[in-house]
């Protein structure tokens, strides 16, 4: 830039250009007012129809489900005994209950928590804190997140080859709560890594500032603020491990159990496909069995997310920057 | 792209001994450079501000100082510091223990969100400390000029208290390690006047015991509480003397129009 105006250099670079600043005012004179057509009934009327039609489609997606419920619930509810959850299948309908789908149930939840949660909260740590900003994560971040929805039934191939039949696990307790492990884990790795991106980064900065080591760090600050999240994440996949059914068809979990497992290597059945075994059957005393394991089902899973939403609430207010 | 002929950078020299001694640091995120070949000394037990407009390096520059660009991924640091006569970006240098000596006290204050004594007590305990963990507490906030107001509450969060406290207690928790450097990235720049007066002279007391580098905005602020002055503008150092000549006499055209407020 010259300088010719007996201006410092300073002065010519920030001022210099209000000369044409000036002569592009004169280009942009006013000219005569324009026509304007606010057409407002119609916006107002269109803004009412979109509102409606959103109401609809809410209104459609609750009806689905309070239609689901009730059906259900004329057909089950009369079933539901204390003798219903207490009692082993049966061939007879009348005397069918669901005590090992149950324990089958709670004992592989159980078994996928303990395997899913220290893989998948460790990955998610690696990747967001440790891992740096390269091809190779960008690679894994993207499948991580495909792997979220790969069909279950998927899951139940790969569980059937690599545990059942590779690892030797047979049938087993194990093999399928290593199969569901594989099909939550990257709900938990997401969900994880969302909760640890929300703590603050000044955090995390003020502890390095201190001396910390990225472990210190990540211990004493990062994962206690991203516990709520951490947890809500956990227990949400594990009610999706509670109903899946179609691996554990696949790898060969038993549909008729007149015991309980006793070690990991057992045979056991589970909920899903206790009901879905009883609603094959003919007689329609099966069916009201079924509906009535549905029932029991249902108010699992209600139960369990709803503690995942009062878990959030409660660490979300003690939680605040 | 101001282009301008500024000639050789009005460098001064200050007497020995040294806290930090910059030389021919470059910092680049990806392809812009941030910081460029600049020199610096920080005379031991003196307040040194940096000032210069928005972007002109100055917290970049801070943050290499304790090489907490480190966490910012694209950042790249070439040239030296050093820091009781070795490089801090040597190659057996370990950035943990070289935070442990070398302070921050943040922009936005981030006291952890647990209680007033644990933000205190942290950092001493990660790394060793032997001593009395009550008396380290009250000395701590008491040279914060905080112990007045939270002696009795220790155990409340830290979060609970006002945006000023929350400053003063990050400055507390930055002395309760006793490093020999703090360094200050416009730590006033979220408060009100009266928390700012307040920090302003807590500075003036604590440069007897620690050496502190001071990002600021506000050059009544710089003028207010630093020795020394080092003037920058996009990336490089223009001038660099006692706090009095850069604000009073000026060597460079640069440094005088921005200290009179004609740009900024």
């Not at chain 1, 045979?267 to 003919?282: E, G, K, Y």
């Amino acid at each position: 830039m010259s300088n010719t105006h007996g201006m410092t250099p300073i002065n010519s670079a920030i001022f210099g250009g209000s000369l044409r600043i000036q002569g592009e005012k004169k280009a942009l004179t006013y000219q005569a007012r324009a026509t304007w057509q606010p057409r407002h009934r119609w916006r107002a009327f269109s803004s009412k129809l979109f509102k409606i039609s959103t109401f609809l489609a809410t209104l459609l997606a609750i009806a689905a489900l309070i239609y689901l419920l009730h059906s259900i619930a004329g057909q089950g509810l009369e079933r539901l005994s204390w003798d219903f959850i207490t009692s082993f299948p049966s061939r007879f309908a009348a005397k069918a209950g669901i005590k090992a789908a149950l324990w089958g149930s709670a004992y592989l939840t159980l078994l996928t928590a303990a395997i899913a949660v220290p893989i998948g909260v460790g990955a998610a740590v690696y990747l967001e804190e440790f891992a740096a900003d390269s091809k190779l994560r960008r690679f894994v971040d993207i499948n991580i997140a495909n792997l979220a929805g790969v069909p279950s039934i998927v899951y139940g191939m790969l569980g059937l080859m690599l545990f059942v039949r590779l690892c030797n696990f047979g049938r087993s307790l194990i093999a399928g709560a290593a199969t569901m492990s594989l099909l939550i884990l990257p709900i938990i790795i997401v969900s994880a890594r969302e909760a640890l991106k929300t703590v603050p980064m000044g955090i995390r900065h003020a502890a390095f500032g201190l001396g910390a080591t990225k472990w210190q760090t990540i211990r004493a600050h990062v994962l206690p603020a991203a516990l709520p999240g951490i947890l809500s994440g956990i227990i949400l996949s594990l009610s999706r491990a509670v109903g899946e059914t179609a691996p554990l068809l696949m790898i060969g979990a038993l549909s008729y159990m007149a015991f309980l497992p006793e070690s990991l290597q057992d045979a056991f059945t589970v909920l899903p496909i206790q009901i879905f075994n009883w609603s094959t059957r003919p007689q329609d005393e099966f069916h009201v069995a079924a509906a009535a394991g549905i029932i029991v089902l249902l108010a699992l899973l209600l139960t369990v997310n709803a503690l995942a939403i009062l878990l959030r609430m409660r660490y979300q207010r003690k939680a605040q920057w | 792209m101001v282009t301008t002929n500024r000639g050789q950078p009005a460098l001064f020299e200050p007497s020995p001994p040294y806290a930090l001694e910059v030389n021919d640091i470059n910092v680049c995120y990806g392809t812009s450079r941030a910081v460029l070949d600049l020199n610096l000394k920080v005379p031991e037990h003196t307040i040194v501000a940096l000032i210069g407009p928005s972007g002109c390096g100055k917290s970049t520059l801070l943050r290499s100082m304790n090489r907490m660009n480190d966490f910012v991924t694209a950042a790249k640091v070439t040239g030296e510091v050093l820091f009781r006569g070795s490089n801090i970006y040597g190659k057996d240098a370990d950035p943990v223990l070289l935070r442990r000596q070398i302070g921050m006290v943040f922009q936005k204050p981030n006291p952890f969100p647990t209680s007033i004594r644990k933000n205190i007590t942290w950092g001493p305990s990660i790394n060793g400390y032997q001593g009395n963990y009550d008396e380290l507490i009250e000395s701590s906030l008491r040279r914060a000029a905080l112990w007045d107001e939270v002696a009795g509450k220790l155990g409340e969060s830290g979060l609970a208290l006002s945006g000023g406290q929350q400053q003063r207690l990050c400055i507390a928790r930055a002395i309760a390690m006793d490093p020999d450097v703090i360094l200050m990235d416009e730590p006033c720049s979220a408060l009100d006047p009266g928390s700012t007066l307040k920090i302003e002279n807590l500075l003036l007391e604590l440069k007897e015991r620690f050496t502190i580098v001071i990002v600021t905005h506000n050059m009544q602020q710089a003028r207010r509480v630093s020795d020394y002055t080092a003037f920058m503008y996009q990336g490089e150092l223009i001038e660099f003397g006692p706090t009095d000549g850069v604000f009073e006499t000026p060597k460079q055209d640069l440094t005088r129009d921005y200290v009179s407020g004609r740009f900024g």
